[in-house]
């Protein structure tokens, strides 16, 4: 019982965070507020709250504007993304996908929804907005057609961004995006790539239907010297589609892979103790690739290979949270097919990941505010360098 006698004060996260987030600062709000009414005039007189403007220029009315990434600046001028901490890149590609295409849409779809959101969650005590600086850049200028070029422009994509020390997050696209992903940032790592995969697919087959499709990423990125298959873990595996020439390349190269029913019996935080343990053997850093199928087909009808009996999104999203805690180098979702999506819930879900990673990653001061605040007192406790005499 806490001093005034309130039943259970400070026993939950709930209550705590509340205490939490009233010391973020609202600046970025504030600011937000002001440059909107500043460009997009004052509101008629009727309008009692005059912090609304006349034209919608920030987050409100989620339903109203021009979409980003949960509606963060967007930087048409990529020269300039080494200013910002975390860019998200759309890859509308879907020429690698072997059943139904679809999701060159995703990252639009991930866009939309994305307005929903504040930035603000109580479960995390945390305020993407103010603690994170985020801007979207938009999409990579891929090439329909052809699968190698459209490889070729994600891989410089990314490898931009990254090289400018930027934290990538890739709305795919389908499954394929993986190797050009992991081909973009594996050569900035000084020492081993980690890569944590879930899905219900294997997707590690060298060729399908004599291409490199989105059923072969795993195959060629585990091919680069510092991304190697025995820090590559498979996670929620278990679909009934596409597996077989996968198998044989997984346990040939002894890739860890964990079905869904090693999930289900040794419980999310094992599964992401191991997956952990795997993926950071004498690694410099971990890629997080999460195919939205993964997810039981109930939650995420609008996918490419929809497989029932996957994880829950409560499950996916703790999972992908426990992952995050240790730190990435970068993300990708993949998979996401508006055209057989109902009501969003597919794209919803994929933006709920990106947001829940990023949220554990500013939470745990591997990114954003907290990282800068942790690093500047850590500089102030060392004694000052001594002079050479
Ligand atoms: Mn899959």
Same mark, same amino acid.
């Given at each position: 019982?806490?001093?005034?006698?309130?039943?259970?004060? $400070?026993?939950?996260?709930?209550?705590?965070?509340?205490?939490?987030?009233?010391?973020?600062?609202?600046?970025?709000?504030?600011?937000?507020?002001?440059?909107?009414?500043?460009?997009?005039?004052?509101?008629?007189?009727?309008?009692?709250?005059?912090?609304?403007?006349?034209?919608?220029?920030?987050?409100?009315?989620?339903?109203?504007?021009?979409?980003?990434?949960?509606?963060?600046?967007?930087?048409?001028?990529?020269?300039?993304?080494?200013?910002?901490?975390?860019?998200?890149?759309?890859?509308?590609?879907?020429?690698?996908?072997?059943?139904?295409?679809?999701?060159?849409? $995703?990252?639009?779809?991930?866009?939309?929804?994305?307005?929903?959101?504040?930035?603000?969650?109580?479960?995390?005590?945390?305020?993407?907005?103010?603690?994170?600086?985020?801007?979207?850049?938009?999409?990579?200028?891929?090439?329909?057609?052809?699968?190698?070029?459209?490889?070729?422009?994600?891989?410089?994509?990314?490898?931009?961004?990254?090289?400018?020390?930027?934290?990538?997050?890739?709305?795919?696209?389908?499954?394929?995006?993986?190797?050009?992903?992991?081909?973009?940032?594996?050569?900035?790592?000084?020492?081993?790539?980690?890569?944590?995969?879930?899905?219900?697919?294997?997707?590690?087959?060298?060729?399908?239907?004599?291409?490199?499709?989105?059923?072969?990423?795993?195959?060629?990125?585990?091919?680069?010297?510092?991304?190697?298959?025995?820090?590559?873990?498979?996670? $929620?595996?278990?679909?009934?589609?596409?597996?077989?020439?996968?198998?044989?390349?997984?346990?040939?190269?002894?890739?860890?892979?964990?079905?869904?029913?090693?999930?289900?019996?040794?419980?999310?935080?094992?599964?992401?103790?191991?997956?952990?343990?795997?993926?950071?053997?004498?690694?410099?850093?971990?890629?997080?690739?999460?195919?939205?199928?993964?997810?039981?087909?109930?939650?995420?009808?609008?996918?490419?290979?929809?497989?029932?009996?996957?994880?829950?999104?409560?499950?996916?999203?703790?999972?992908?949270?426990?992952?995050?805690?240790?730190?990435?180098?970068?993300?990708?979702?993949?998979?996401?097919?508006?055209?057989?999506?109902?009501?969003?819930?597919?794209?919803?879900?994929?933006?709920?990941?990106?947001?829940?990673?990023?949220?554990?990653?500013?939470?745990?001061?591997?990114?954003?505010?907290?990282?800068?605040?942790?690093?500047?007192?850590?500089?102030?406790?060392?004694?000052?360098?001594?002079?050479?005499?």
């Amino acid at each position: 019982m806490a001093e005034d006698g309130k039943p259970h004060d $400070g026993q939950f996260r709930g209550t705590r965070n509340l205490r939490r987030l009233a010391d973020i600062s609202d600046r970025k709000q504030r600011e937000a507020v002001e440059r909107g009414l500043e460009l997009g005039l004052e509101a008629a007189p009727s309008v009692n709250d005059r912090t609304i403007s006349t034209f919608a220029r920030g987050q409100q009315p989620a339903f109203a504007g021009i979409n980003t990434f949960r509606k963060a600046p967007y930087l048409e001028d990529v020269h300039e993304v080494g200013k910002h901490e975390v860019a998200v890149l759309g890859a509308p590609f879907d020429m690698g996908t072997t059943y139904r295409a679809g999701c060159r849409f $995703g990252p639009q779809a991930i866009r939309r929804i994305s307005a929903l959101y504040d930035s603000y969650s109580v479960d995390m005590a945390v305020d993407l907005e103010e603690e994170l600086d985020l801007v979207d850049l938009g999409d990579v200028f891929v090439i329909p057609s052809n699968i190698e070029k459209s490889f070729d422009q994600i891989d410089r994509a990314v490898s931009w961004v990254v090289g400018e020390g930027v934290f990538p997050v890739v709305l795919g696209g389908d499954h394929s995006i993986g190797y050009p992903d992991v081909r973009a940032i594996a050569p900035h790592i000084d020492g081993r790539v980690g890569i944590i995969h879930l899905d219900r697919h294997l997707d590690i087959q060298e060729r399908d239907m004599d291409e490199r499709m989105h059923t072969t990423p795993w195959f060629h990125a585990t091919n680069i010297e510092n991304a190697p298959p025995a820090n590559l873990v498979q996670m $929620g595996i278990g679909g009934w589609y596409g597996s077989r020439p996968g198998v044989k390349v997984a346990r040939d190269r002894r890739t860890t892979v964990l079905t869904i029913t090693d999930i289900e019996e040794v419980g999310v935080e094992r599964a992401a103790e191991v997956a952990l343990e795997v993926a950071w053997k004498d690694a410099e850093a971990v890629f997080l690739s999460f195919d939205i199928d993964s997810v039981d087909a109930g939650f995420v009808p609008g996918t490419g290979s929809p497989e029932p009996g996957g994880l829950l999104p409560r499950e996916a999203l703790k999972l992908l949270r426990l992952i995050a805690r240790e730190g990435i180098c970068g993300m990708e979702v993949v998979e996401v097919a508006p055209p057989y999506d109902v009501s969003d819930m597919t794209a919803q879900l994929a933006c709920r990941a990106v947001m829940d990673v990023l949220g554990t990653l500013v939470a745990e001061g591997k990114l954003g505010a907290r990282r800068d605040q942790d690093r500047a007192e850590k500089q102030a406790q060392e004694p000052p360098e001594s002079t050479p005499a």
